[in-house]
Each structure stands twice: as structure tokens, then as C-alpha cells.
């Protein structure tokens, strides 16, 4: 138990469906990440939140729309997904931007 | 080619083996991480490190920063090592990931 907390676990969608995953953290963490793992490429950084603010967006489709309503949430919102979107998502934190990662158990997404 | 390289890709062992992992990056960085993936994706953070070595348990990590490598080693290793280990480095303020080492360890 790293202290971040993913929800759902799994979760299989429609390409014309809209579902958000959750990460919850109550570590005091400032930061907050999401990153996708797709089958044998490495993990890829999609977002960063410092302080409630989007610090970085590694060119991420308009698809994934993260929200970060407080320090202890984020939200990754999806919405017509492509199967090739299918991949484990994972979310982190850590204390501040660059300090050591924390991180969830991530949601396995399956886009049919 | 890849900023962070591992070797093996695929290792099995016996248990009690001693096992090493190794990781390569071509990039600055302020520290690297060993994390252990389990099956159903869980990451946990083994080592955090910027210079020499470090134990925890049957664990042992170390850093070369002059040759910009890194070595996971695993004494006695045991069926519940099996795993994915990932190599991440600090570059600025972003995690760069290798592709990972998956490790089974028989009985």
C-alpha cells in the first residue's frame, strides 16, 4: 500500500462512451502524475499537476482531460477513445514536482 | 534508441540465485529509481539514489555516476521476486522510464 489510491481498477469502455478514472492521495503530496503503460513500450508521462495547476502536457490528445480539483485528487476524463488508448494508466505523486513517486495501483483500461 | 536502457529484458532464475539488473541511461539526471511492478500493475519504489549504494533486505542498488549505469541486485532471490523491475532517472523535474526487466524466479 503506497497511500495512492486508484479507482476503478478496471474498466472497459465504448469508443463512444465517457468515464473518468480517480486517484486519490492523502500523503500531503503537492504533485500529482498521470502516466500511460502501454504493452512493451515504457511508461509514458501524460500530466502534471503541481499545486492544483497543470505543469506539463506531454502532447496528449484532447481525449484525456485531467482535472485536479485539490491537492489530494486527479481525475483523468475520457471520451471517445480509440482501441490504441487501451493500456494501463497509473497515477502518482510526490511531495513536490521531481521528488521521489508514489504510485497507485492504476486502472486497467480496455476501449472496445 | 531509448534515453534508458535495461538488460535483460527477461531473466528466470532459480530461487536462491543471485540476480543482477542492469540499467544504462544516455541523459543527466539528479537521481534514479528502482521500482517493482507486480502482476495487475502496482509500482512500488525500491531505491531512490544519486550516488554509490544502497541496501534494503535482500536488496541491493548501486550507481555509477561517472559511467551512467546502475545495478539492481537480489540475493537469495525467492519465487515472490518475481516481477517487472523498471529503471527510472530524474532528468530536470521528469521521470524517464526504461522498458523494464520481468524476472521469475522458480522454486
Not at chain 1, 25 to 52: D, I, R, T
Not at chain 1, 62 to 90: G, I, K, W
Request: proline content about 5%.
Amino acid at each position: 500500500e503506497t497511500g495512492v489510491t486508484q479507482t476503478p481498477r478496471h474498466l472497459v469502455m465504448g469508443m463512444t462512451n465517457k468515464k473518468s478514472l480517480k486517484c486519490e492521495q492523502h500523503l500531503g503530496h503537492n504533485a500529482m502524475y498521470w502516466y500511460k503503460q502501454s504493452a512493451k513500450k515504457p511508461l509514458e508521462l501524460m500530466f502534471v499537476y503541481s499545486l492544483e495547476e497543470r505543469v506539463e502536457n506531454n502532447s496528449v490528445p484532447s481525449r484525456f482531460s485531467p482535472e485536479c480539483p485539490n491537492s489530494s485528487h486527479l481525475f483523468l476524463h475520457l471520451h471517445t477513445l480509440q482501441p490504441e488508448d487501451s493500456a494501463l494508466y497509473l497515477c502518482a505523486s510526490s511531495l513536490i514536482a521531481g521528488s521521489e513517486a508514489f504510485f497507485g495501483q492504476g486502472t486497467r483500461l480496455t476501449v472496445v | 534508441k531509448n534515453e534508458v536502457e535495461q538488460s535483460p529484458q527477461n531473466l528466470t532464475a532459480q530461487e536462491g540465485e543471485f540476480i543482477t539488473i542492469n540499467c544504462s541511461y544516455s541523459v543527466g539526471i539528479s537521481a534514479l529509481h528502482w521500482l517493482q511492478q507486480h502482476p495487475g500493475g502496482g509500482i512500488v519504489s525500491l531505491f531512490m539514489l544519486s550516488s554509490g549504494k544502497k541496501k534494503h533486505g535482500r536488496l541491493i542498488a548501486t550507481i555509477n555516476i561517472q559511467e551512467k549505469h546502475s545495478s539492481l541486485h537480489i540475493t537469495a532471490s525467492h519465487p515472490r521476486d518475481s516481477a517487472v523491475y523498471i529503471c527510472a532517472v530524474h532528468n530536470t523535474d521528469k521521470l524517464i522510464f526504461g522498458t523494464g526487466t520481468r524476472l521469475q524466479v522458480f522454486p
